[in-house]
T-cell receptor
Framework: NAGVTQTPKFRVLKTGQSMTLLCAQD?????MYWYRQDPGMGLRLIHY???????AKGEVPDGYNVSRLKKQNFLLGLESAAPSQTSVYFC????????????FGPGTRLTVT | GNSVTQMEGPVTLSEEAFLTINCTYT??????LFWYVQYPGEGLQLLLK?????DKGSNKGFEATYRKETTSFHLEKGSVQVSDSAVYFC?????????????FGQGTRLTINP
């Protein structure tokens, strides 16, 4: 039981390049989330999904897109990376209604130069 | 909107000292409250939680009590160890009713010296 895994662990991009971060969970959770962590700001929600085929915007969605084609996977895309997107990205999942505990992946450190 | 405020860090203590990290929240309704811990180079792990007023969450010697009257959820430990060095996040969820999104405080970095 791996829990929540993220790929890749590290990435360096040049401004304007695109990339996709992959999150996978093996707990059969309905809800999945993408957060970014910046120094002194805690974690901020980018996008989330309440089930396969659904996505919704969080607090800081601009510059990102997401897809949830399979229940176990949640992809975060950057179409044209900017230096302001340099951050650590965390994926999380939760069971759904009635339970609010979220389980986090190990994070992806992204640097945009 | 909903928000969480934690005490400013960093916090540095000696081993076996008493720890308090303050957390207060603003929310409409009755949120669930959480403390998450992030060890160096890792993701966040749930440390403890409380889902209603006067509940006490506890784990690994840490405790926090859900105080509705003061809208607080302070984290305490009677005797800290070097291995407790980490960043601690207070968070809330469940408001509006049923909302799954977590709202985090800014985090408090704790360093324990031997």
């Amino acid at each position: 039981n791996a829990g929540v895994t993220q790929t890749p662990k590290f990435r360096v991009l040049k401004t304007g390049q695109s990339m996709t971060l992959l999150c996978a969970q093996d707990m059969n959770h309905e809800y999945m989330y993408w957060y970014r962590q910046d120094p002194g700001m805690g974690l901020r929600l980018i996008h989330y999904s309440v089930g396969e085929g659904t996505t919704a915007k969080g607090e800081v969605p601009d510059g990102y897109n997401v897809s949830r084609l399979k229940k176990q996977n949640f992809l975060l895309g950057l179409e044209s990376a900017a230096p302001s997107q340099t951050s650590v990205y965390f994926c999380a999942s939760s069971r759904g209604s009635g339970t609010y505990e979220q389980y986090f992946g190990p994070g992806t450190r992204l640097t945009v130069t | 909107g909903n928000s969480v405020t934690q005490m400013e860090g960093p916090v540095t203590l000696s081993e076996e000292a008493f720890l308090t990290i303050n957390c207060t929240y603003t929310a409409t309704g009755y949120p669930s409250l959480f403390w998450y811990v992030q060890y160096p180079g890792e993701g966040l792990q749930l440390l403890l939680k409380a889902t209603k007023a006067d509940d006490k969450g506890s784990n690994k010697g840490f405790e926090a009590t859900y105080r509705k009257e003061t809208t607080s959820f302070h984290l305490e430990k009677g005797s800290v160890q070097v291995s407790d060095s980490a960043v601690y996040f207070c968070a809330l969820s469940g408001v509006p009713q049923g909302a799954q999104k977590l709202v985090f405080g800014q985090g408090t970095r704790l360093t324990i010296n031997p």
